[in-house]
């Protein structure tokens, strides 16, 4: 990876109009932030901007709504929050883009803040185009991309609008870039990493490399469900990606070709719905109505041995539907034995990912990983040795 470009930190920012890439795609329920993690990491930089006399105007994506206007992944209810934390006036725009958004950013005040409505409600954003990105580079001076969680996304925001605007890698990024290669270029061996959670679209296709570079790679969440009927088990009615057939046999064989260990769940916990009983099922039991909620306890105890064999663990992606107490337990403990492995045996434990986050901080173990990402995704990608679209545009040519 080159130098990525920094902003001159005496470089006089009054009045100047900063556009920052933020990540505020922060897990949501009933329309309420359940983890604020992501939303957290960014206030200092914020503050920093506001202090200088900048006037900051935000650019997040929430969610995934594919182009299209959707109420419920508006960032409307994340302006209360920044106000509360920054201990001052937000505003907001109900457009992310456009001639009202370049009045606006120009109206509000040095050390104001200005947040934009979702990014992805306009279908540009993700096909990377360029006369958008060209109009949001018009919204300010400079732009900062301090959202290393979706700098693996080759999307206007985070990539293309940086051909528009003078562009910098924000504090955070590099920071979290550095701090990733550092522990896992040398990471001690063996390495295991545990993927979970229900992106198995992104996921499944970065574990064909993954493979090389890991001792064991344990496979639990809705990332599970595709080996487990792979194996030729009913999954009942549990969310899985079509079409992997190949891909998964490709896994197997490059496991198989690299030492790799693949761990996949034994027992399950199943339900008929969310509020529906909990009950432990071995593989072969599960039913056409059952749904695949989290890992049974044979699993979490071959997972415990996994993690006492390591001397690195890497983790992205819940267990189980762990919102909801009963099916937390897999989660849960997975981050309590990380937790107590790294205090007592000087484990080295990196977990990364928005829900995995969430899930980190509500079993109370924020405190218990020698490093935390914000990011998923592009923390997985990182691992892969790839060079993410939204960071090669930041190195110093
Ligand atoms: C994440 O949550 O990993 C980032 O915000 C990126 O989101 P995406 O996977 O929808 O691009
Ligand atoms: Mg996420």
Known sequence: MGILKALDKNLNLTD??????VDLNVPMQEGKVTDKSRINKVIPIIEEFTKKKAKVILISHLGRPKGKINEKLSLKPITPILENLLNSKVYFSEKSYGPTVIKKSNEIKSGEVLLLENIRFNKEEEANESNFAKELSKIGDIYVNEAFSCSHRAHASVCEITKHIDSYAGKLLSE???????LTNKAEKPVSCIIGGSKISTKIRILSNLVKKMQTIVIVGAMANNFIKHKGNNIGKSLFEKNQKDLLIDIIKKCEKNNCKLIIPEDVIVAKSFESEAKLKSLNKIDDTDIILDIGKNTLNKIYKIIDESRTIL?????????????????????KKITENTKNKSLTSIAGGGDT????????CSDGFTYISTAGGAFLELLEGKILPGIKVLEIK
Not at 176 to 182: L, P, T, Y
């Open 357 to 364: 986050v969430a899930a980190i901080n509500k079993f109370g």
């Open 315 to 335: 983790w992205n992606g819940p267990a189980g539907y762990f919102e909801i107490e009963k099916f937390s337990t897999g989660s849960n403990r997975i981050a």
């Open 16 to 21: 100047k109009k900063i556009i920052l890439r």
């Open 176 to 182: 979290e870039v550095n701090i990733i290669n550092k």
